[in-house]
């Protein structure tokens, strides 16, 4: 039997960049693993939100927002919030949902991957 393994590519957003760079190290750690698990395992990580491609990964009292596109293989990491910021975050989310995805497309398109 052949097994096909794809892995996923990370993107991130400036919002995201942004949230990162105010964690801890020990979150920023946290961050990475879960990146990791992303990698390797794509729309297999975290709660469905209100959308398939919408999903949250929750850590240490707060979660990250993603969006999963398999069909480029690439999660694009969106933002980084507590739970008293959730529905805001959410909402900022499915507002700009159609310039995710062109991002995603353009950023294949500068690496030569689309």
Known sequence: MNLI????????T???????????????????????QLRNQGDNVGKGLRISILR??????????FLVYNNYSVVLSLAISGKKAQQATI??????IDHYQNYVVEEL????LA
Not at 109 to 112: E, L, P
Request: aromatic content about 16%; proline content about 0%; hydrophobic content about 30%.
């Open 5 to 12: 393994f794809i892995m996923f590519r990370i993107f991130t």
């Open 14 to 36: 400036d919002e995201f960049d942004r949230d990162y760079d105010k964690l801890d190290n020990s979150d920023k750690d946290r961050v990475k693993k879960i990146f990791n």
């Open 56 to 65: 949250e990964k929750k850590f240490d009292g707060k979660r990250i927002y």
């Open 91 to 96: 909402n900022r989310i499915l507002l700009n």
């Open 109 to 112: 398109k500068k690496r030569g």
